[in-house]
């Protein structure tokens, strides 16, 4: 599962820090005049710090972290749209890569592939994993990018109950274990990254 760690900021000390756990920063922080927030990554909590530990800068956060991801292929589905499920797969800058999928699915008018209303949006990101994988293999890529926990540290990896998905969800969780280990075997690496900066987002954990 991914971790969370917590930047904090001690305003009379001027000191900051990062830990791992939210009782360490508790203990850190208690009684003292403090700013403090949670992240999904070191990297994360470090600009927050290095911005000035101000809780209104989020949107600076986002952007400075979007521009300087790490080169690879990110996938998501949502319904953010309103007309059901999408799935989208992109480089670091957002552009759309599915036009270099080798499984032959279509893209809509938003360079997306459209689910329609009737798949779940867990569906649709073991999905966009698969496509991922097959986008990384054809453009030589080492590293994929997503936000779906349930799909990266659970579907993927053969932990799922098959009595409580349609038969078509358990096909794909099958292609996907088999496209994930041959991926990974010849040196690929699957990682989280929050949904708050996944360049690929479709808006549906907003």
């Keep these: 599962m991914a971790k969370k760690i917590y930047a904090y900021f001690l305003e009379k000390e001027n000191k900051s820090g990062i830990v791992e756990t939210w009782d360490e920063c508790k203990l850190i922080v208690s ?3 403090a700013r403090y927030k949670s992240f999904p990554t070191i990297a994360e909590g470090k600009l927050w710090l290095s911005n000035g530990a101000n809780y209104e800068k989020k949107a600076e956060i986002k952007r400075e972290i979007q521009k300087n991801l790490s080169s690879g292929i ?3 589905a949502g319904t953010g749209r309103g007309i059901g499920v999408e799935t989208r797969v992109t480089d670091e800058s957002g552009k ?3 036009h270099h999928n ?3 699915y279509p893209t809509n008018e938003f360079d997306n592939i459209y689910l329609g209303k009737e798949k779940t949006n867990n569906f649709g990101e073991l999905l966009g994993l698969l496509l991922a994988i097959d986008i990384a293999t054809e453009l030589n890529y ?3 990018y997503g936000d779906s926990n349930l799909v990266l540290y659970f ?3 053969g ?5 409580n998905l349609a038969p078509e969800t358990v096909e794909l969780i099958l292609r996907v274990i088999r496209a994930r280990k041959i991926f990974e075997n010849n040196g690929g690496n699957i990682h989280y990254i929050s949904g708050d900066y996944n360049p690929a987002d479709l808006g549906f954990h907003r």
């Design 96 to 98: 759309s890569l599915l």
């Design 74 to 76: 990110y996938f998501d």
């Design 31 to 33: 009684g003292k005049k």
């Design 155 to 157: 579907w993927s990896k």
């Design 142 to 144: 080492k590293n994929i």
């Design 102 to 104: 080798t499984l032959g």
């Design 159 to 163: 932990m799922y109950k098959r009595d």
